[in-house]
């Protein structure tokens, strides 16, 4: 076990956030797994967004490193993100999401993946599928030049995951850690997204900025995926669809954005016209419409968002996905390291 020592009034290492929305009886099971850590320097904030069905109030709070705040609306989860690191003075945020159950070790290698590579100011976990352990629920996420992001190697056999760490374009915010003051430099998650890619979003912004994300191979953490709101509900498609939009216009730079807007529109048309047997089409449309009619808070906050940018333009244009072939494969995106940065690759002695 890690048995830290930490003055009574000093900052653990990170603060876990979980924000929890109507997710029954797995909160609790996300919240038993993350108190039985073997890394144990953590603080952890649930915030509810105004269940309805009992979770907040049946849940128990195994120890005192766990708070509990209480919204009076259904604020979405960017925003609740935002609420559960105000005021943290630990050096690292977490996030994961009320639908996960994370390994005993899922800290301990977070720990260690901040230790290796001390130049990194993002790290993901690698996601199961909670309804069955050999398979993967997401590996990183990917995003291509239409601006539709994936998790890579959905649905994919673990046995097919590289066994090392590797450097992905950002991290899937059901179990993700990010260094705090970089959080807070961008601005933390869009508010306005309410819920779905903000955190494709945010790992873009600290993309631009020069910060970059390691996937952590042995971090591991089982997902229900989509439990709560459902995969193909007209929730998740209205809202995938509309800040699908948002999110590169907000942060892909001219002149790959003259490529990238009508790309996604045409992409989003197909999915539309392919997939109309089971995707709810009225909230698909409705969410692209919104997307560009509604796109003038992307576009005034574009300007700060550009502003900041120290990343070129043919460094952006190498980090997406060209290939729209892949959008049905979802396979696992790995940006390649350097040839010096021999530690960006880590497998322990037994592989």
């Given amino acids: 076990m890690w048995n830290i020592d930490t003055e009574a009034d000093s ?4 603060r876990v956030i979980i924000v929890n929305y109507n997710s029954g009886p797995l909160i609790q099971a996300c919240v038993d797994a993350l108190a039985a850590q073997t890394f144990t320097d953590f603080e952890a904030v649930v915030v509810d967004n105004a269940s309805t069905d009992g979770s907040d109030e049946s849940l128990r709070l195994p ?41 005993s070790n899922w800290l301990e290698e977070m720990h260690h993946g901040v ?24 590996f990183g996420d990917a995003l291509s030049i239409a601006g539709i992001p994936w998790r890579g190697g959905h649905g994919q056999p673990v046995a097919n995951l590289p ?28 508010e306005s997204f309410y819920c779905y890619l903000e955190d494709v979003d945010l ?33 998740t498609i209205f809202h995938s669809f509309r800040n699908r939009l948002w999110m590169i216009i907000k942060n892909i730079p001219f002149p790959l954005l003259i490529v990238a807007v009508p790309a996604n529109i045409l992409c989003s048309l197909l999915i539309i016209a392919l997939s109309r047997r089971q995707l709810p089409a009225a909230a698909a449309l409705k969410g692209l419409w919104l997307g560009v009619t509604a796109s003038m808070g992307s576009y005034r906050e574009r300007r700060s968002v550009q502003s900041k940018r120290r990343t070129s333009v043919a460094t952006i244009g190498r980090w997406l996905i ?15 390291p350097s040839l010096s940065a021999t530690r960006e690759i880590y497998a322990p002695d037994s592989l």
Avoid at 210 to 220: P, S, T, V
Wanted: charged residues 20%; aromatic residues 10%; proline residues 5%.
């Fill in 322 to 336: 060209w290939d729209l072939r892949q959008l049905g494969a979802r396979p696992v995106s790995v940006l390649k």
């Fill in 11 to 14: 900052a653990p290492w990170v």
């Fill in 63 to 103: 120890d005192s490193r766990f708070t509990l705040i209480r919204n009076e609306s259904n604020i979405g989860f960017g925003a609740a993100n935002n609420i559960g690191a105000h005021g943290c003075r630990a050096p690292w945020l977490a996030t994961l999401n009320p639908d996960t159950v994370a390994q």
């Fill in 115 to 138: 230790e290796r590579y001390p130049e990194v100011r993002m790290f993901g976990a690698t996601l199961i599928d909670a309804a069955d352990p050999t398979v993967v629920d997401g």
């Fill in 203 to 235: 790992g873009f912004r600290l993309r631009l900025v020069g910060d970059r994300c390691m996937q952590l191979r042995h971090a591991i953490v089982s997902h229900h995926g989509s439990a709560i709101t459902g995969r193909m509900s007209e929730f």
């Fill in 163 to 190: 066994h090392y760490d590797a450097e992905v374009f950002s991290p899937c915010a059901a179990a993700a850690l990010y260094a705090r003051e970089s959080f807070e430099a961008v601005g933390g998650f869009d």
